[in-house]
Every structure is written in structure tokens, then in C-alpha cells.
């Protein structure tokens, strides 16, 4: 009989033929692969390099998300190139415009148990949906491309039980931060976060998308929740109820760690920088002068955190620069749809073209000498934002949204 096994063990032994167990190391057939803009371009000249029979285009996917609209002509450049190799080889390829890689993936493409690999430190926020999914190097993903397969070391896995019931005021960016706090940044090197518990079973699915999208920060190799009937409602409404199958980790399986958490304890949170587990509760640096305040990115661009941030925002105003990006068209069309972009807009904010607009510093919102941000983020490194001598601070929708009300960092939980 089979041992009891993660979910991380059961997707490699699947997708590899065999009885695989955290330490060996695996040849497994991947279903889908991601590529973005800034990536991309490596990992396309080293598949020509190759010069192999392209295997698994038809599975592999390219987006314009980190420069959308482009700023400048080289990577105007790079960006036709894209364009050019996707459709030469039959890929499929989204616009600027279209949103973020890691959004679209899940509006439209992965499903539980797949084995998703990506040219993006990101790519992990599909386990969010029950998928094992992980970035890699160009080099990786260009053999990715070419072989629809490729060779891994199956994760050790840690388990992340969290019960109870979330306050009010404190949300799963909250909760993950927590978790990297304790953790550290390279507390989970290599390893799987395993999520479960009475407060995850019920977190909807962007919630779950939030945080298996930051494992990647404490060093994680992917971020995994159970497939459950609150994915199969995702799934039932994206029009991919046939891919759903429920999946979870076994009763007896064998973790390495395992670390409680009790949601009820939880307090809104931030991160400060330099670095993502330099956490505090917001009490600690309430009253910290922001000169911008930025909702967004693959980690808090979902339709529930513009609906959190526009009702916070209603009937206000800004007192500094407050810059929102959506984080895919459908987002957008639906936040719209809600009216949620209009109370933003009224209340002074600036709605940038889905995608990740000034995360990543390539353009719209770079940092002044100086300056300090409050950002939905994953990311708060020197440098992030496009400057290494500005602050980056991460937080919650709520968080942030209440912050730009104010024009210094604030406790969602007076505005509730």
C-alpha cells in the first residue's frame, strides 16, 4: 500500500510515473508554462540556442504585464519579439492591457493537481487553486518549452494549520505576513507550505491566491491549499468545472514542520523595510508619513481588495499620491461594473492600466529620493520600486487604503 503522502508527493508522483517522496528527484510532465515580459526574452533566445523541436507550445503562455504599455523602444523591442516567437510557434500570447501573468493564469488556465512551472519568482500563487507551481530560471523554462517535461527534487513539506476566525480588520495579507515573520526569508528554502485549517477552509480563493503567492518570500518552493468545494465554485464560475478534483494532503502524511496559527489573534500587519519578514503589527509604525500609497499587483489586485479599498475610500480624500492598478481587464471591467473605480477616482486616487504598473520600478509610480510607500505588494527590497534610496512599506488593501486617507501609515480598524 502507498504511504500517505503531501500534496506536493502526490501531484510529483502523478505527473512523474512513480512513487515519489520529498528528496528524490523526479522527470515530470508539466501542464502549463508562463512567461512575462521581463523574463521572457532570456528564455526565448535559449530555446532557439536549443535548436529542438518546440514539444509544448500549445501549454505554453506569454504576457505583457511588467512594462504595459511599454515606456521605451528597447522594450517595445522585446515585447514584438514576444509576440513574433508566440505566434511563430503556435504559444499562446496575451497584450498589454490584458493584466498580470499570475491573474490571468488562474482566470483562465490552471487547475488543481497540475504541475505549473514559470519564468517568474511568482508563478507559486497558483497553489492557491490546488497546483504545484513553482518558478524557474530561463534556461529551465526554455527546456520547459521545448520538452514539456523537466527534472525537479520534490519539497520537503512544512504544514501552516491556522483555526479560528478572522477579526475584523485583518485579512489573509495579514495572516502571511505572520507566517514570513516567524518563518524569515529563507525559513522555508526549498520546502512547500502546506496551508489548512478551520480559517483556511473557508478563505475564499483570493485570499488563498494572496498568500500562496508570497511562499516564494521566507523561500519556499511553492504554496499549497487543499482543492475543495471552494475551488470547484471558482472553477464552476471561470467555466472549468470539469477540471476540478479535490485534493489535500493525507491524514498521516509526513511533514518536516508543522506551525499553528490562531486567526483570532491575528492584527493588521506590515512590513518593513528592507526586508519582507521585517514585520509589526501597524500600531508600531501608525503615524509613519507616506508620500504614496499603491494597491495592486499579483499579490492584491483582486476585485475583493479594490471592493475593500473603495469602501474604505468613500466619502473621502487622499492626502497623498494614491495609485491603484487592477490586475487583470476583467478586474477592471468588473471594478468599474461596481462602481469601485469611481469612489477611488472621487477620492483622488489614479486607476493605471491592468498589470504591474509601478511594482517592479520600470514605470508609473517610481519613488522619489526619499520618499515612502505603502504598498500591496510582495515585495519591499531596496531598490523595488524603481529607487534604493525611498522606503518601501507592504500591507494590506485595508491598510494601505486608509494610509492614503490619512497620508501616514494607519490602523484599518478605526475606518470599520
Known amino acids: 500500500m502507498p504511504s500517505d503522502k503531501t500534496i506536493s508527493e502526490k501531484i510529483f508522483s502523478e505527473k512523474s510515473g512513480i512513487d515519489a517522496n520529498a528528496g528524490d528527484i523526479v522527470i515530470a510532465k508539466i501542464d502549463q508554462i508562463a512567461l512575462q515580459d521581463g523574463t521572457a526574452p532570456l528564455a526565448i533566445k535559449q530555446v532557439k540556442e536549443l535548436n529542438i523541436e518546440i514539444k509544448a507550445a500549445k501549454l505554453t503562455h506569454f504576457f505583457v504585464d511588467h512594462a504595459a504599455p511599454s515606456p521605451r523602444k528597447e522594450l517595445s523591442n522585446d515585447q514584438k519579439m514576444i509576440k513574433d516567437f508566440a505566434e511563430s510557434v503556435g504559444a499562446d500570447f496575451s497584450p498589454p492591457g490584458e493584466g498580470i501573468i499570475h491573474q490571468l493564469m488562474v482566470e483562465k488556465f490552471v487547475n488543481p493537481g497540475e504541475l505549473v512551472v514559470g519564468a517568474d519568482s511568482h508563478t507559486c500563487t497558483y497553489g492557491g487553486l490546488g497546483a504545484f507551481a513553482t518558478g524557474m530560471g530561463s534556461t529551465d523554462i526554455a527546456v520547459a518549452v521545448v520538452l514539456g517535461k523537466n527534472w525537479f527534487r520534490v519539497p520537503e513539506s512544512f504544514k501552516i494549520n491556522v483555526e479560528g476566525t478572522f477579526p475584523e480588520g485583518v485579512y489573509p495579507k495579514d495572516l502571511i505576513l505572520s507566517i514570513i515573520g516567524k518563518l524569515g526569508v529563507d525559513g522555508a528554502t526549498y520546502k512547500a507550505l502546506e496551508f489548512d485549517g478551520g480559517a483556511i477552509k473557508t478563505m475564499h480563493i483570493d485570499g488563498r491566491l494572496t498568500m500562496a503567492n508570497m ?117 477592471y471591467l468588473d471594478a468599474l461594473d461596481a462602481g469601485y473605480l469611481k469612489t477611488i477616482v472621487e477620492a483622488g486616487g489614479l486607476i493605471t492600466p491592468p498589470g504591474c504598473a509601478c511594482c517592479v520600478g520600470i514605470h508609473m509610480g517610481v519613488l522619489a529620493d526619499g520618499e515612502a510607500c505603502i504598498s500591496t505588494a510582495n515585495r519591499n527590497f531596496k531598490g523595488r520600486m524603481g529607487n534604493p534610496d525611498a522606503e518601501i512599506y507592504l500591507a494590506s488593501p485595508a491598510t494601505a487604503a486608509v494610509s492614503a486617507i490619512k497620508g501616514r501609515i494607519s490602523d484599518p480598524r478605526e475606518f470599520l
Not at 298 to 326: F, Q
Request: charged share 30%.
Open 215 to 331: 511562499a516564494i518570500e521566507c523561500g519556499a518552493k511553492a504554496g499549497l491549499f487543499m482543492s475543495d468545494k471552494v475551488t470547484r465554485n471558482y472553477l464552476i464560475e471561470r467555466g472549468r468545472e470539469d477540471r476540478f478534483r479535490e485534493l489535500k494532503g493525507d491524514e498521516n502524511a509526513e511533514y518536516e514542520k508543522t506551525l499553528e496559527f490562531e486567526a483570532g489573534d491575528l492584527e493588521p500587519m506590515v512590513a518593513k523595510p528592507h526586508n519582507v519578514d521585517n514585520i509589526s503589527p501597524v500600531t508600531q509604525v501608525e503615524g509613519t508619513t507616506v508620500e504614496q500609497v499603491f494597491i495592486g499587483t499579483c499579490t492584491n489586485g483582486r476585485l475583493s481588495d479594490l471592493e475593500v479599498a473603495s469602501r474604505l475610500l468613500k466619502g473621502n480624500r487622499v492626502k497623498t499620491r494614491l495609485i491603484v492598478a487592477p490586475a487583470s481587464r476583467e478586474i
